[in-house]
């Protein structure tokens, strides 16, 4: 069975910093692409960045690059997002999501996603 | 940026009856590299349709996909009291990869 399970949100102050994990249960976790994908009651679900299967290649929203580093550890499983400089507009569940393929290409689907975790900005 | 417009916002359906969710895109969806989640209350996307019009795994045949280009449909032949839920499309043919802003099927 297919497990993601993301950890290390709460409360922050606009300009702080989280970094959010991932752990991947059930799969090969080097052989798919994982992605973070945050959801506002305002803006519902929304793209935030994709990396690789070896984590050679990354990618980003507009809104979030410069700002938020996406990385995995294939040895642990475990998928992550340093959110740094954060801002009001950046609260939201954040969920992790597992690609059907390993590469970033057109065509990688999100066929399992996590309970997500929720970043609060506020001061 | 491919923006995706679903209609309608709500729809209001009893038990037993068809439900037929539309999703428009801005430009055509690369290789009809267009999805469907369903989400329920508290919970997070559920995968329902890739490809347009393939089901994921485990996903009841009451659910069907159709449309190519620009103009994608999400049917639920006949509603259960489950599939009272909100319905996002996704294309993932391009990125930057995006959402419609959802359709909540709700109960008459």
């Known amino acids: 069975e297919v497990q993601l399970l993301e950890s290390g949100g709460g409360l922050v102050q606009p300009g702080g910093s989280l970094r959010l994990s991932c752990a991947a249960s059930?799969?090969?976790?080097?052989?798919?692409?994982m992605s973070w994908v945050r959801q506002t009651p305002g803006k519902g679900l929304e793209w935030v960045s994709s990396?690789?299967?070896?984590?050679?290649?990354?990618d980003y929203a507009d809104s979030v690059k410069g700002r938020f580093t996406i990385s995995r550890d294939n040895s642990k499983n475990t998928l992550y997002l340093q959110v740094n400089s954060l801002r009001a507009g950046d609260a939201a569940v954040y969920y992790c999501?597992?690609?059907?393929?390993?590469?970033?290409?057109?065509?990688?689907?999100?066929?399992?996603w996590g309970q997500g975790t929720l970043v609060t900005v506020s001061s | 940026e491919i923006v995706l417009t679903q209609s309608p916002g709500t729809l209001s359906l009893s038990p037993g009856e068809r439900a037929t969710l539309s999703c428009r895109a801005s430009?055509?969806?690369?290789?009809?590299?267009l999805a469907w989640y369903e989400q329920k209350p508290g919970q997070a996307p559920r995968l329902l349709i890739y490809?347009?019009?393939s089901r994921a795994t485990g996903i009841p045949d009451r659910f069907s996909g159709s449309g190519s280009g620009t103009d994608f449909t999400l049917t639920i032949s006949r509603l259960e009291s489950e599939d009272f839920a909100v319905y996002y499309c996704?294309?993932?043919?391009?990125?930057?990869?995006?959402f419609g802003q959802g359709t909540k099927v709700e109960i008459k």
């Open positions: 996704q294309q993932y043919g391009s990125s930057p990869w995006t």
């Open positions: 490809g347009a019009s």
């Open positions: 059930g799969i090969t976790f080097y052989n798919y692409a």
């Open positions: 430009q055509s969806v690369s290789s009809n590299y």
């Open positions: 999501a597992k690609g059907n393929v390993a590469l970033l290409v057109g065509g990688n689907y999100f066929d399992y």
């Open positions: 990396i690789s299967g070896s984590g050679g290649s990354t």
